[in-house]
């Protein structure tokens, strides 16, 4: 079982970076592929980034690709989420979470086993 906290987020600009990071507690951290999602008022819960276990490997939604770094930290049992350029629309509470599979092309919430409780994103126009 791994237990997830998010922290990093705030108000920000539009074009402005946040590096949102996701603590985990659980000695089997660094067997998970970990990945982040958001949810907007009104929105449905949607897929950010994922990363492999071992770091080796990442996936990003299309409007987040070329603006947002997932990385991972397995001494330190860390998760991070390098935000830059961003834009209203990327305001949203967001998550991290522990994938229940191996394949990292995971992109639905119910793909995902253990959540932290979500740090907020606003950005100003």
């Known amino acids: 079982q791994v237990q997830l906290v998010e922290s990093g987020g705030g108000l920000v600009q539009a074009g402005g970076s946040l590096r949102l990071s996701c603590a985990a507690s659980?000695?089997?951290?660094?067997?998970?592929?970990m990945g982040w999602f958001r949810e907007a008022p009104g929105k449905e819960r949607e897929f950010v980034a994922a990363i492999s276990w071992s770091g080796g490997r990442t996936d990003y939604a299309d409007s987040v690709k070329g603006r947002f770094t997932i990385s991972r930290d397995n001494a330190g049992n860390t998760v991070y989420l390098q935000m830059n350029n961003l834009k209203p629309e990327d305001t949203a509470v967001y998550y991290c979470a522990a994938s229940r599979y191996l394949e990292l092309e995971k992109y639905d919430w119910t793909d995902y086993a253990y959540w932290g409780q979500g740090t907020r994103v606003t950005v100003s126009s």
């Open positions: 659980g000695r089997t951290f660094s067997s998970y592929n």
